[in-house]
């Protein structure tokens, strides 16, 4: 398990340590939420190449996380167009980018209330409350 997937799920255990005889249901959700983002990391893991589209669910799974730790809702936005079916990313790579734009937006006081995420031509963009990064996409087997 990398460092960062580690970070995020001590953060998690954390949150669900500090709120679980007050919120039993919520932190059985959390936990849920923890052992799906440690399993899809875990199943990703060798591949230095994953579909966006699993790495999209890898990004959803991280922002439950993430609202659990600082408990509010955070929108996952996403416009993809035509050519996401066939678009793969390096691992963690969009992940670690939209971790990115939290903690800038968080250090410039911007309250996080939404993730957008698209297709620009050859790169992924991410948005968070002002804070920006992409992403190129991976090159097709064959290129």
């Known amino acids: ?7 995020t799920v001590n953060n998690a255990l954390a949150a669900v340590s500090a709120r679980l005889e007050e919120r039993p249901g919520w932190a059985r959700q959390v936990l849920s939420d923890v052992g799906e983002f440690v399993d ?3 199943r990703t893991s060798r591949r230095p ?3 966006l589209g699993e790495e999209l669910e890898h990004v959803a799974c991280f922002l439950r996380l993430e609202e659990a ?12 167009g035509a050519s996401a ?11 670690a980018a939209v971790a990115s734009c939290l903690r800038r937006a968080r250090v410039a006081g911007q ?33």
């Not at 398990?1 to 970070?7: I, L, P």
């Not at 730790?69 to 993809?80: G, K, S, T």
């Not at 698209?118 to 968070?128: H, L």
């Open 69 to 80: 730790r600082y408990e509010h809702a955070i929108a996952l936005h996403v416009d993809l």
């Open 111 to 143: 309250p996080v209330g939404e993730v957008r995420i698209g297709i620009e031509g050859p790169t992924v963009s991410v948005a968070v409350e002002g804070a920006r990064a992409t992403v190129r996409l991976a090159p097709e087997e064959g290129e």
């Open 40 to 42: 899809r990391a875990a």
């Open 49 to 51: 190449v994953v579909s």
């Open 1 to 7: 398990m990398t460092n960062d997937v580690a970070h």
């Open 85 to 95: 079916p066939s678009a793969s990313v390096r691992l963690d790579e969009l992940r």
